[in-house]
């Protein structure tokens, strides 16, 4: 699973890591969700889900505040969705981190591997920079921009709406023109740009993080961490009930999810288009073909493109340019107790 395996063991010179503070105090509930080696990735198998309508009734069964509170958890029970609570356990990375990349436009060209009429998705692989500071494994945000007014929806020539997802390239420079000019004369109202108001974010954020999971899971992502901890766990002697496990399919020799294997990481949508009721399937399809696609990369290809320093992949690369210093008071000024370090790597 880790992309600093083997393969690329002679090249690299460092690596960053994310430590505790000394100067700085955990003080931040939010700071507990940062991802280390040990945490357990995000799954749709044996979820923990809450029997607390046997507890309240086996208290008191004839006091009727807790029957009425034990009929209404009932309720909720039946309408317990696991995709759902799975998917709201999915977290970006922490707030100083991804201003930093956003505001100051640090994407490396070579991590985004999936563009559609819909999104883009943005993959940083474990080792890179921003993986570095998730708070979950593996870790989704959802960002959305300004571009398409009135979701991108036309007229056709019966007088019906059709999403801009299916208009041509030639019609598009045209509506993009329309679009233009529409949106000056209605800047002062905001009811035309779905992603202006926070009810669609949350639906959006929503739509995407249970499709994402649902394929995630469904392409062995949470069994990969789990083999590769186990596995981990074998090398260095403590679990010998573990031996075996790579040979699932799941890992390569070197430790690293096999194609078709789901990828831990970070994932990062920008939404260009809200889906609505006649897009969604449409949509949910697109989500799961990024996931799919992430899945399939072969990890040698992805990570040393031609146009990359020799003898070091794009991740590294990326790594290299990071100011330590620099990170580590920006989080020291937003009181995360945590800091940067580059550790030095055995040839």
């Known amino acids: 699973m880790r992309v600093h395996s083997m393969l690329l063991s002679q090249s690299v010179k460092s690596r960053l890591v994310v430590r505790p503070s000394t100067a700085i105090h955990r003080s931040d509930l939010f700071s507990n969700?940062?991802?280390?080696?040990?945490?357990?990735?995000?799954?749709?198998?044996n979820l923990p889900r809450r029997d607390s309508v046997n507890s309240a009734k086996d208290l008191c069964v004839r006091n009727t505040t807790l029957s009425r509170f034990s009929n209404l958890q009932r309720k909720q029970e039946m309408k317990w969705d696991p995709v759902k609570y799975a998917a709201s356990k999915l977290r970006g990375v922490i707030s100083p981190i991804q201003a930093y990349i956003t505001i100051g436009k640090k994407f490396s060209p070579h991590s985004l591997v999936y563009d559609s009429r819909f999104f883009q998705l943005y993959y940083f692989p474990e080792d890179h920079f921003m993986s570095c500071f998730r708070k979950s494994r593996p870790a989704v945000t959802v960002?959305?921009?300004?571009?398409?007014?009135?979701?991108?929806?036309?007229?056709?020539?019966?007088?019906?709406?059709?999403?801009?997802?299916?208009?041509?390239k030639i019609d598009e420079v045209e509506l993009s023109k329309i679009q233009t000019t529409v949106s000056r004369l209605t800047s002062r109202h905001r009811?035309?740009?779905?992603?202006?108001?926070?009810?669609?974010?949350?639906?959006?954020?929503?739509?995407?993080?249970?499709?994402?999971?649902?394929?995630?899971?469904?392409?062995?992502?949470?069994?990969?961490?789990?083999?590769?901890?186990?596995?981990?766990?074998?090398?260095?002697?403590t679990s010998p009930t573990v031996k075996g496990k790579s040979e699932k399919g799941l890992l390569d020799k070197s430790g690293r999810s096999t194609a078709g294997t789901a990828k831990d990481g970070y994932y990062l949508y920008i939404v260009k288009i809200f889906p609505d009721k006649d897009t969604l399937n449409e949509f949910k399809e697109d989500v799961s073909r990024s996931v799919q696609k992430v899945a399939n990369l072969n990890w040698d290809k992805f990570l040393t493109p031609k146009k990359c320093p020799k003898g070091k992949s794009w991740v590294e690369a990326f790594n290299d340019s990071i100011n330590v210093q620099t990170i580590n008071r920006i989080l020291e000024i937003s009181k995360f107790p945590f800091e940067l370090k580059r550790e030095q790597l055995k040839n």
Do not use: H
């Not at 969700?33 to 198998?45: A, G, H, Q, W």
């Open 33 to 45: 969700f940062m991802v280390t080696k040990d945490t357990m990735p995000i799954s749709l198998n």
């Open 191 to 237: 009811n035309n740009i779905p992603s202006e108001f926070a009810y669609l974010r949350r639906d959006l954020k929503t739509k995407v993080k249970m499709t994402f999971i649902k394929e995630w899971c469904r392409l062995n992502g949470d069994k990969a961490i789990w083999e590769y901890n186990g596995l981990k766990k074998f090398l260095s002697g």
């Open 143 to 168: 960002k959305s921009n300004k571009k398409f007014f009135l979701n991108g929806k036309i007229l056709n020539k019966d007088q019906k709406y059709f999403n801009e997802s299916r208009i041509s």
